[in-house]
């Protein structure tokens, strides 16, 4: 049980805002040591753990490029593009992002559509070149607001759409755990048809509330000019 003192150190780190990179690192060095690793054996494990998943740094690489594509204009071309849909608003843009990042998931394409590569330089300007169109100049916290929305589309459509794909690792895991801990055969392909009625809920709970977005946004600038004038 002494091992469990590295869960309570993530813990004490994240409360007090240290660096996220430094807290799990040094977790995991407090847990090696308190199970008993020798330190040469906890800095073997760190590097076999680094050499193993090292896809993750793809970012080194992602970063620099979208850094530069925002540098020369991407976002105010994607402004411009989503500007000449008249019958486009910030919440059916959304909406229809939703949609396409869900059915992505759903078929393994996970990497196609996310956050660094899509929703900063893309999305989130698309929906507020949308609103602009419509309303105007918006204020800061409704700005913020149709970015926050952009992000949850993503995440909502991922979340729910990747567990439909029988080849997913949240999927796997869980069939190989029922069976060798309970002795059934459960398929892949069972879960993962029973995951379409709850992509399907979140497809449409989620979507109704992006395309509320319009009427909240309104709202905010209306609310905005209001205060501008006093």
């Keep these: 049980m002494i091992v469990l003192l590295g869960v309570l150190v993530v813990v004490l780190g994240f ?3 240290r660096n996220p990179l430094l807290v799990v690192g040094a977790a995991g060095i407090v847990t090696g040591l308190l199970g008993g690793l020798s330190p040469q054996r906890v800095l073997a494990a760190f590097g076999t753990g680094f050499a193993s998943s ?4 793809i ?16 976002q105010e071309q994607a402004r411009r593009i989503v500007t000449r849909f008249a019958g486009l608003t910030a919440g059916r843009f959304l909406a ?24 900063r330089p893309l999305a989130a300007p698309m ?57 059934t055969h459960l398929e892949p392909l069972d879960l993962a048809l029973w995951a379409i009625p709850t992509a399907l809920c979140a497809l449409a709970v989620h979507g109704w ?20 004038v006093k």
């Design 15 to 17: 409360a007090t805002r």
């Design 54 to 57: 090292r896809a993750v740094t």
């Design 59 to 74: 970012f080194v690489i992602t970063l620099p490029v979208i850094g530069l594509l925002e540098h020369h204009g991407l």
């Design 96 to 119: 229809l992002y939703l949609l396409l990042r869900q059915i992505a998931a759903a078929v393994g394409l996970n990497n196609v559509f996310g956050h660094a590569q899509t929703v």
């Design 127 to 183: 929906a507020e070149g949308a609103a602009e169109r419509r309303l105007g100049p918006l204020p800061e916290k409704a700005r913020e607001k149709v970015r926050s929305f952009a992000a949850s589309a993503d995440n909502v459509g991922l979340f729910f759409g990747e567990d439909v794909f029988l080849a997913v690792g949240s999927i796997l895991l869980i069939t190989g755990f029922v069976n060798t801990t309970y002795q």
């Design 209 to 228: 509330r992006l395309l509320r977005l319009d009427r909240t946004l309104e709202r905010a600038v209306a609310a905005g000019r209001e205060e501008a």
